[in-house]
């Protein structure tokens, strides 16, 4: 049996969101270049059509409230002081999650069973649908440890 701790922080947070983050970027960055040509050329010409541009205002409202929503998100797992323990077996996983040092959640996943796995820097992100995943501080654990982890993942990690 492997056993690996994590802290589950601003820092694991951020790099699981990265992603996302990046996305929400552009589409801001798209929606807010739009809609300064909309105010330019609408001050300057006077022409209905130009009202199509207002559909930059989209990207720009959807990358606005992402990015409020993923730094919100962020600080409150900060705050949250979760660690993750994680207890490698042949056929499953166990991972049990303290607050404060006390125990109040345990889980059981079957590697048959997740839905994909990641490597991103310092973390390992284990997905249990497309939305949910258990992140593994590689940092927490020695090289000999991480061979084994990743061949019962059956990794073909995604590199990122």
Do not use: H
Request: with cysteine; glycine share 4%; charged share 25%.
């Amino acid at each position: 049996m492997i056993r690996i701790k994590t802290d589950i922080n601003e820092k694991a947070q951020k790099s699981l969101s990265k992603d996302t983050i990046n996305f929400c970027i552009v589409a801001l960055v798209i929606g807010s270049i739009g809609l300064l040509a909309y105010i330019i050329l609408a001050t300057i010409f006077e022409n209905n059509y130009l009202d199509i541009l207002l559909l930059f205002s989209i990207p720009f409202g959807v990358g606005l409230v992402y990015i409020i929503f993923i730094n919100k998100n962020i600080k409150a797992m900060a705050e949250s002081k979760i660690t993750n323990e994680y207890e490698f077996e042949e056929n499953y996983f166990n991972v049990i999650s303290f607050k404060n040092g006390e125990e109040f959640g345990r889980q059981k996943v079957y590697y048959k069973d997740i839905y994909k796995v990641k490597e991103k820097e310092e973390y390992i992100f284990i997905y249990i649908n497309k939305i949910n995943a258990y992140i593994i501080d590689t940092t927490n654990s020695n090289e000999e440890d991480l061979k084994i982890i990743k061949k019962l993942l059956n990794l073909k990690i995604n590199k990122i």
